[in-house]
């Protein structure tokens, strides 16, 4: 069982940058692959970025590649979604979501556990 919870989300003005922070409860953490996603007003729930077990390997959605790193800290548990020259655009629920194994999946259905959310939004 692993459990997830979000941070850092905010207001900021366009070209901001925001540090999103998922802390994952469970001793099995390492064997999950993990994945930032993000729900805009009337959209989807759409995957923005996504890391292996190790953090050797790493996604973006083009829409955020150059602008946002996705990073985790294995030892203390937490999953990092660092974001800069935020744009109206990246407004939306950003939630982290678990999947068991190595590699990441770009699948959303296939992620098992999922955090409450935080809200981002970026005035123009």
């Known amino acids: 069982q692993v459990q997830l919870v979000e941070s850092g989300g905010g207001l900021v003005q366009a070209g901001g940058s925001l540090r999103l922070s998922c802390a994952a409860s469970?001793?099995?953490?390492?064997?999950?692959?993990m994945g930032w996603f993000r729900r805009a007003p009337g959209k989807e729930r759409d995957l923005v970025a996504a890391i292996s077990w190790n953090g050797g390997n790493t996604y973006y959605a083009d829409s955020v590649k150059g602008r946002f790193t996705i990073s985790r800290d294995t030892m203390f548990n937490i999953v990092y979604l660092q974001m800069n020259s935020l744009k109206p655009e990246d407004t939306a629920v950003y939630y982290c979501a678990a999947v068991r194994g190595s590699m990441p999946t770009m699948t959303r259905d296939e992620y098992e556990y999922w955090g409450q959310g935080t809200q981002v939004t970026v005035s123009s």
């Open positions: 469970g001793r099995t953490f390492g064997a999950y692959a």
